[in-house]
């Protein structure tokens, strides 16, 4: 098969499709970026050439050009997520004590959301557009050599251009169903997967809101062209109807099932 890469950005439902594309691929060599460029491509580079050849999938954090040509001429998709939505997901994802390289300085039992918000972290501000548009190992083209209209018009050119297939975080089960024509799948069901704790919601003020929305600003343009284009996308409304309705009874299809083998093992290790 043509090499496959999941182009993941931070915080749009990443590790839930990460599941699926393994289970549609289980047979396939895969290689996983982690987001740290020079070692990264230090762990790519250390592999065979037969090794390297033999990789059809390529997942992980890492911006449109990798400067690895197998991933770079793959098939590449993605999933875009309406960027408040996405900065308030990774703030919660700090707030739970998930993000192990921000915990000390931001411990949960004494979480300001004031203080990340003004922190400068770049998962704060408009990461879907510098993803788009980032060559990795080079300075961002979004802070030194383009103007926010520029950046826009890139990031939007590349998504449609480059990206081969791109998906809306707000329509997973619609985005699924897309891939699965698109890509010949067999039907994509899963189980949500690193979801927030809802015993322990962050909450938002306007301020909060107001201020994400200033700091992803590209984001919300490019965003908002996306779904656009996305909404004329045909889909096959009943297989999708089936799909939810089918994939809705999966978390209680699975404890019945481990409830059997449970029993199962109980008894015959007697």
Same mark, same amino acid.
């Given at each position: 098969?043509?090499?496959?890469?999941?182009?993941?950005?931070?915080? !749009?439902?990443?590790?839930?499709?990460? !599941?699926?594309?393994?289970?549609? @691929?289980?047979?396939?060599? =895969? &290689?996983?970026? !982690?987001? +740290?460029?020079?070692?990264?491509?230090?762990? @790519?580079?250390?592999?065979?050439?037969?090794?390297?050849?033999?990789?059809?999938?390529?997942?992980?954090?890492?911006?449109?050009?990798?400067?690895?040509?197998?991933?770079? +001429?793959?098939?590449?998709?993605? &999933?875009?997520?309406?960027?408040?939505? %996405?900065?308030?997901? &990774? =703030?919660?994802?700090?707030?739970?004590?998930?993000?192990?390289?921000?915990?000390?300085?931001?411990?949960?039992?004494?979480?300001?959301?004031?203080?990340?918000?003004?922190?400068?972290?770049?998962?704060?501000?408009?990461?879907?557009? %510098?993803?788009?548009?980032?060559?990795?190992? =080079?300075?961002?083209?979004?802070?030194?050599?383009?103007?926010?209209?520029?950046?826009?018009?890139?990031?939007?050119?590349?998504?449609?251009?480059?990206?081969?297939?791109?998906?809306?975080?707000?329509?997973?089960?619609?985005?699924?169903?897309?891939?699965?024509?698109?890509?010949?799948?067999?039907?994509?069901?899963?189980?949500?997967?690193?979801?927030? +704790?809802?015993?322990?919601?962050?909450?938002?003020?306007?301020?909060?809101?107001?201020?994400?929305?200033?700091?992803?600003?590209?984001?919300?343009?490019? @965003?908002?062209?996306?779904?656009?284009?996305?909404?004329?996308?045909? &889909?096959?409304?009943?297989?999708?109807?089936?799909?939810?309705?089918? +994939?809705?009874?999966?978390?209680?299809?699975?404890?019945?099932?481990?409830?059997?083998?449970?029993?199962? %093992?109980?008894?015959?290790?007697?």
């Amino acid at each position: 098969m043509k090499p496959l890469r999941f182009l993941h950005i931070p915080k !749009t439902a990443g590790s839930t499709f990460k !599941t699926i594309l393994k289970r549609q @691929y289980p047979h396939e060599k =895969c &290689f996983e970026f !982690t987001g +740290n460029y020079a070692a990264d491509l230090k762990s @790519y580079n250390e592999l065979s050439e037969n090794d390297r050849n033999a990789i059809s999938i390529f997942m992980g954090h890492a911006p449109i050009e990798t400067g690895i040509s197998n991933a770079d +001429n793959a098939v590449i998709i993605t &999933f875009l997520r309406d960027p408040i939505s %996405r900065v308030k997901s &990774f =703030c919660q994802h700090v707030y739970e004590g998930k993000s192990p390289h921000l915990i000390d300085k931001y411990p949960p039992e004494g979480f300001d959301l004031d203080a990340l918000l003004e922190s400068g972290n770049q998962e704060l501000s408009n990461i879907q557009t %510098r993803f788009l548009i980032d060559r990795w190992g =080079c300075p961002s083209e979004l802070r030194n050599n383009l103007s926010d209209s520029e950046a826009i018009n890139t990031a939007v050119d590349n998504l449609f251009n480059k990206i081969s297939y791109f998906g809306i975080q707000e329509y997973f089960d619609k985005s699924l169903i897309y891939y699965s024509a698109v890509l010949n799948w067999k039907m994509p069901f899963y189980i949500s997967e690193n979801t927030r +704790n809802t015993k322990k919601l962050l909450q938002f003020d306007n301020r909060h809101i107001k201020r994400i929305a200033e700091l992803n600003s590209l984001d919300l343009e490019v @965003y908002r062209i996306a779904e656009d284009k996305f909404s004329l996308l045909a &889909f096959n409304k009943a297989k999708l109807k089936w799909f939810q309705f089918v +994939n809705a009874q999966l978390p209680f299809i699975m404890k019945s099932r481990q409830r059997f083998i449970g029993v199962t %093992r109980h008894f015959t290790s007697r």
